[in-house]
């Protein structure tokens, strides 16, 4: 089993649709949970950190629930610039380390 | 803003060369990684550094060394490159202290084709 394990998609969505992502992770004692973004041909970057009570910025709501090792990523009334790979990225204990689900790619058209 | 660079984007290397990645970062930070992003296995840790000359295998080394002889720098590198390391490299950086509620800031990537 994935460490860490996403839908990979793609998820084709028109503009100004709900979309929700869905993650699960093996190891109960991570630690630190995130969603990074990626858009084509470019690095990975923070979109926003996971926490237990859930957290929302702007358009974009993530959940965490321990108790099912599960996160999950809301985008409220899409864009075309939300068109990207979702990666749900989990921590461990020490120095940083990540680990980095497979990615969900979206797409968002007109 | 934190600057995460890496010595080529795009790099051409035949089968058995070693092969030299550089990554450099301009703040401070303790914490270098190195990751192959594949098309279906996503990003996978070839090694880190949490220190100067410190260094720490992650999930796939094999076939990888580094190097960290000064704190802004890590190294990368492939002994005798071969055609299942063709791939896109990532470096990244991070700063020490909370254990992994750091931000990870990534260099712009190189992709590698081995021939």
């Known amino acids: 089993r994935k460490e860490v394990e996403q839908d990979p998609g793609p998820f084709n969505v028109p503009e100004g649709a709900t979309v929700a992502f869905n993650c699960t992770y093996s190891n109960s004692a991570s630690q630190s949970f995130f969603w990074y973004r990626q858009d084509c041909r470019k690095e990975p970057k923070l979109l926003m950190s996971v926490y237990s009570s859930g957290n929302e910025d702007g358009r974009f709501t993530a959940q965490l629930n321990r108790a099912s090792q599960y996160i999950s990523l809301l985008i409220r009334d899409s864009k075309l610039s939300d068109s990207a790979t979702y990666l749900c990225?989990?921590?461990?204990?020490?120095?940083?380390?990540?680990?980095f689900g497979q990615g969900t790619i979206l797409t968002v058209h007109p | 803003d934190v600057k995460v660079t890496q010595s080529s984007r795009y790099l051409v290397k035949r089968t058995g060369e070693k092969v030299f990645l550089e990554c450099v970062q301009d703040?401070?930070?303790?914490?270098m990684f190195w990751y192959r992003q594949d098309p279906g296995l996503g990003l996978r840790l070839i090694y880190f550094?949490?220190?100067?000359?410190?260094?720490e295998k992650g999930d796939i080394p094999e076939g990888y060394s580094v190097s960290r002889e000064k704190k802004e720098r890590f190294s990368l590198i492939l002994e005798s490159a071969s055609t299942n390391q063709t791939s896109m490299y990532l470096c990244?950086?991070?700063?020490?202290?909370?254990?992994?509620?750091?931000?990870?800031?990534f260099g712009p990537g190189t992709r590698l084709l081995v021939l």
């Open positions: 550094s949490y220190d100067v000359k410190m260094k």
């Open positions: 703040m401070d930070h303790e914490n």
């Open positions: 990244a950086s991070t700063s020490g202290g909370t254990g992994g509620l750091e931000t990870q800031y």
């Open positions: 990225v989990v921590s461990g204990t020490s120095y940083g380390k990540l680990t």
